[in-house]
C-alpha cells in the first residue's frame, strides 16, 4: 500500500484560469492540503481536514495504465473497472464547462473572481459582511469552563483542538473541541449552516454509536462546540492500515454499528448526507473499540410532509467533492455530499434518507474487497459512473466473498432508491443474521402504513395478496418491527401502539424534524387495531421486493393469492383514479386489463406500484 497523502497542486481553467476551489461543509472553503495527511490519530474535527480526496489512482507508480493510448475508464461501461484500490490521490480536473458557467454567474464573467471564499448567494463578499448576525446564543464563558490542549485537526474554516473540563460534571474530562472562525463566516448561509450543526448535535443524543455532545460557546472570534474525544482514529486510517480490505467477520462488526446509528438518525427525521469511513472515529486504539459517527455539518432535518428534498437549482461548483443545492419546499441550501459515496438521486437534485443508505453500500463494498465500486480518472467522470455504471463483483477478492455479502451490498448499491433497504431493514440480512444485535425501530414501516390507510380497499387487497406470498426471510424484518411496536393481549396494534413505539425513541431532533405528524395521518388507525397479517400488507415495499432475485416467482404467487380473493373486474377510469393518472395513460393502462375486464399478472405487478409518466400525464387534484 503506498501512502495517502495530499499536496498543493494548482489547477486552473484554461480558459479563465478560474481557481479550482474545494467546498466543504457549512459553505466552508478548503484549499488543498499542503502537508502529508496523519497517519493515525485524528480525533473529532472538521470534515475539511480531509476533504481533498484520499483515494488514490488505481495504478501503481510508474505503472502505465492497462488501457490503450488515450482511453480512459469509461463509466458508461456495464459496470466499473475493478481493482481500483487505495494509493494516491490524483490531482483535480480543471473545471467542466458548466462548473465555469456557475462560477461565472458567481462573479461575473469574465472578470477574475477575487481570491477568498465563493459566497453561497451569488454575492461578492462586500462590506455589507458588517451587518451579518454572528452572536449565536451560546455560552461565552468557554475559557472559565475549559482548558484548550493541543490541535488535532485543522481545516480551512476552523480546527479542533484536546480540552480538559475545569469544573462541574466535565472537570478534568479529556474532551475534543472543534474551533469554527467567525471570521470565515461569511454569508447568512455559513452561520445557519454552523448552527444547525449544534441543534442536531444538541438534539440526537442516547446512541451509543454517535458522537457526545457536551456545550456550545462563543466568543467574539470563534465558536466552540465541545465533544467527547475520540483517540482510536478514522475508519480510513484502519481500513488503510489493513491493506484496504477487511475479512467478512471484521466488516460486519463495522457495517452493523453504522447502520444502528443510521437508523437512529433516520427514526429521529435526521439525514447525515456525509456518510464516509472519515467521519467514524474509534474510542481507542483497542481492534474491538466502538465507533462513533461525527460531523453533522451536512446534516438536516427530513420533514415528514415532503419525504424528498425537492430543488429547483442544481449546480457543481467542484466536483472533486461536493454539490451544491437548494431546497424549493423549504430552505436548504448547503453542501451535500463527497464524490465517492454520493448517491445517484442526489445528483438528480430529488432525494431524502435513502441517500444515506447509498453511502453505507458504498463502504460496505470497500470494506470487503478494498477498491471503490465507482471509479474514473476525473471527479466528473465519478458522477457520471454513479449514474450510469455498475459495481464490479466479477474480479478478485469478490469471486471469494460469500453471496450473502454480495447480495448484501447490492441491495444497499440499487440506483432506485426505493428498492434499496433501510438501515434497520439491513440489520436483519441473511448476511447479519449471525450477528448479536438488537433491531431498532423503523421510520419506513411508519411511512408504509400511513400509504396503506389511504390506500383504497382494491389496493388494500393486492397488498394482502402480496404479504401472503413473502418467505421467511421477509417475514422476519416485519415480525421484528411488530414486536417493537408492543402489539396488546388480542395480538393486534392500534395507532397507540404506534405512538407508544415513538416515544419510547424519542428525542429533541424527532420533534425538530416533525416526525410525529406522520401519526396524524395515520388517523384512520384511531377507529380500528391491526393484526400481523394486516401489519405485513401494510409494511411491505413493492420496490424492495422487486429488487429480489426471487421477485417474479414471489410476484406470480401473490397474484394467484389475488386471483382467489380480490380480482375483480375494474375499468380503465377507475384504474387511472386508483393511481391517480390523466386519460393520457389510458392506452397504458389497457394492456393491464384481460379480456374478462380484470387485471392480468403484469397489470397486477404493475398496479402494485403505480406508473411512472411524465408530469404533464398526471392528474393534480
Request: charged share 25%.
Amino acid at each position: 500500500m503506498g501512502q495517502c497523502y495530499g499536496k498543493t497542486i494548482p489547477t486552473t481553467d484554461n480558459d479563465n484560469d478560474i481557481p479550482t476551489t474545494i467546498i466543504t461543509a457549512a459553505g466552508h472553503h478548503h484549499q488543498q492540503p499542503q502537508s502529508p495527511l496523519p497517519s493515525s490519530t485524528a480525533t473529532v474535527k472538521n470534515t475539511p481536514a480531509r476533504s481533498s480526496s484520499p483515494w488514490a489512482s488505481p495504478y501503481p507508480q510508474g505503472l502505465a495504465s492497462p488501457l490503450p493510448t488515450g482511453v480512459s475508464p469509461s463509466p458508461a461501461r456495464s459496470s466499473t473497472p475493478g481493482r481500483r484500490f487505495f494509493k494516491r490521490p490524483f490531482p483535480p480536473p480543471s473545471p467542466a464547462k458548466h462548473i465555469k458557467a456557475s462560477l461565472a454567474r458567481r462573479f461575473g464573467h469574465p472578470k477574475q473572481p477575487r481570491e477568498g471564499p465563493i459566497p453561497e448567494d451569488g454575492t461578492a463578499v462586500e462590506p455589507e459582511l458588517q451587518s451579518l448576525d454572528k452572536n449565536f446564543g451560546y455560552n461565552k464563558n468557554f475559557g472559565a469552563k475549559y482548558e484548550l490542549g493541543k490541535e488535532i485537526g485543522r481545516g480551512h474554516f476552523g480546527h479542533t483542538c484536546h480540552a480538559k473540563g475545569k469544573k462541574g460534571e466535565l472537570k478534568d474530562h479529556a474532551l475534543a473541541v472543534k474551533i469554527i472562525s467567525k471570521v470565515k463566516m461569511t454569508t447568512a448561509i455559513s452561520i445557519e449552516d454552523v448552527r444547525r450543526e449544534v441543534k442536531i448535535l444538541r438534539a440526537l443524543t442516547g446512541h451509543k454509536h454517535l458522537i457526545h455532545f457536551y456545550d456550545a460557546c462563543e466568543d467574539a472570534n470563534n465558536v466552540y462546540i465541545v465533544m467527547e474525544l475520540c483517540e482510536g482514529g478514522e475508519l480510513l486510517d484502519r481500513i488503510l492500515s489493513r491493506g484496504g480490505r477487511y475479512t467478512e467477520a471484521d466488516a460486519k462488526m463495522i457495517i452493523v454499528q453504522i447502520l444502528s446509528v443510521v437508523a437512529f438518525c433516520h427514526l429521529q427525521g435526521v439525514v447525515h448526507r456525509d456518510l464516509k469511513p472519515e467521519n467514524f472515529l474509534f474510542m481507542s486504539k483497542s481492534e474491538d473499540a466502538d465507533m462513533k459517527l461525527i460531523d453533522f455539518g451536512l446534516s438536516d432535518f427530513i420533514r415528514p410532509g415532503n419525504d424528498k428534498m425537492m430543488y429547483d437549482k442544481f449546480e457543481f461548483i467542484d466536483l472533486s467533492i461536493s454539490v451544491s443545492l437548494h431546497i424549493v419546499e423549504e430552505r436548504l441550501n448547503d453542501i451535500v455530499g463527497s464524490a465517492y459515496y454520493v448517491a445517484p438521486e442526489v445528483l438528480h437534485r430529488s432525494y431524502s434518507l435513502e441517500a444515506d443508505i447509498w453511502s453505507i453500500g458504498v463502504i460496505s463494498y470497500i470494506l470487503l474487497c478494498g477498491s471503490r465500486p465507482f471509479w474514473a480518472r476525473t471527479e466528473s467522470g465519478i458522477f457520471r459512473a454513479v449514474l450510469r455504471a455498475d459495481p464490479n463483483f466479477d474480479d478478485i477478492p469478490w469471486p471469494s466473498v460469500s453471496s450473502e455479502a454480495k447480495d448484501f451490498v447490492k441491495r444497499l448499491l440499487n440506483k432506485d432508491y426505493r428498492k434499496r433497504m433501510s438501515a434497520a431493514q439491513a440489520l436483519t440480512h441473511p448476511w447479519l443474521s449471525s450477528e448479536s444485535h438488537p433491531i431498532p425501530l423503523d421510520i419506513l414501516i411508519f411511512k408504509l402504513v400511513k400509504s396503506y390507510l389511504h390506500a383504497s380497499p382494491f389496493k388494500r387487497a393486492a397488498l394482502k395478496a402480496l404479504s401472503k406470498a413473502l418467505t421467511e426471510n421477509e417475514l422476519i424484518y416485519l415480525r421484528a418491527q411488530f414486536m417493537l411496536l408492543e402489539p396488546n393481549k388480542d395480538g393486534r396494534v392500534s395507532l397507540d401502539n404506534f405512538r407508544m413505539a415513538l416515544l419510547r425513541n424519542a428525542t429533541d431532533a424527532m420533534k425538530e424534524s416533525r416526525v410525529p405528524d406522520i401519526l396524524n395521518a395515520m388517523a384512520p388507525l384511531s377507529y380500528r387495531k391491526m393484526d400481523f397479517e394486516e401489519f405485513c400488507a401494510a409494511a411491505i415495499s413493492t420496490y424492495q421486493l422487486e429488487a429480489l432475485d426471487t421477485w417474479e416467482q414471489i410476484g406470480s404467487t401473490a397474484f394467484e393469492f389475488f386471483e382467489q380473493e380480490g380480482n375483480r373486474p375494474v375499468s380503465v377510469e377507475e384504474l387511472a383514479r386508483e393511481l391517480n393518472v390523466g386519460p393520457t395513460a389510458h392506452s397504458i393502462l389497457r394492456d393491464w386489463i384481460r379480456s374478462d375486464g380484470k387485471l392480468s399478472l403484469l397489470g397486477y405487478t404493475k398496479f402494485l406500484h403505480g406508473v411512472t409518466l411524465r408530469s404533464s400525464n398526471t392528474r393534480h387534484s
